[in-house]
């Protein structure tokens, strides 16, 4: 069936919710959680933090490194899932990022002089990370504002927020838990790209 990827990423991780239309309905085709940092390397969690102490030419470095193996776990584990979407014979119509707030084109050393900046910097990395992966994969990206979300849901699904909420929390009873607030709002981001079809950013 024709499927949509809807990912919230937060640092290290994301939520991934793929939703499929039968034509007839809307129904969860998959849900887990990908790891975008390698188990033995937990600092790139959050590698600005990391190199807070370092001296300037050290925190570029790590700053790099981090970021790099973001972009690349993130690239390894979108393949494998759209290898295995594909093997099922599912179409993928579009993959839905929810991204936050745009961050100014600080320097590794603006982000470190200023603590709130490493966590947006860090909040902005691994989002971002997944849609350059989809976009590699050749998948129909689309951004999707993270604070605009319920509203640009309601509209472009011509339904109110209270209907979505109800259908999101009828597709997570037929899954079960884990249901929080990541998995339904990669839900509606995915939703969202299921009616987007032939979209993009």
């Avoid at 839905?96 to 200023?114: C, F």
Wanted: charged share 25%; proline share 4%.
């Amino acid at each position: 069936m024709k499927v949509a990827l809807g990912f919230k990423a937060h640092s290290g991780w994301a939520a991934l919710v793929v939703m499929g239309d039968s034509g007839k309905e809307f129904q969860v085709v998959d849900r887990r959680r990908l790891e975008l940092v390698n188990s033995a390397s937990s600092w790139a969690k959050q590698p600005y933090h990391a190199a807070e102490d370092l001296d300037p030419k050290s925190a570029q470095t790590l700053v790099k490194k981090g970021t790099e193996a973001a972009y690349q776990t993130a690239q390894q584990e979108l393949l494998a899932t759209v290898k295995s979407l594909r093997k099922q014979n599912h179409e993928i119509v579009a993959c839905v990022v929810l991204v936050p707030s745009p961050m100014p084109e600080w320097s590794v050393a603006e982000i470190l002089a200023v603590h709130f900046r490493m966590h947006k910097a860090e909040g902005v990395l691994f989002p971002e990370a997944i849609a350059v992966a989809a976009e590699n994969c050749g998948l129909n990206r689309i951004r999707i504002p993270e604070k605009q979300l319920n509203e640009e849901a309601e509209k472009l699904l011509a339904t109110s927020l209270h209907d979505l909420t109800s259908q999101v929390l009828k597709l997570g009873k037929s899954v079960g838990p884990p249901w929080g607030k990541d998995q339904k709002n990669a839900t509606l981001a995915a939703l969202m790209g299921l009616k987007r079809t032939g979209g993009s950013d």
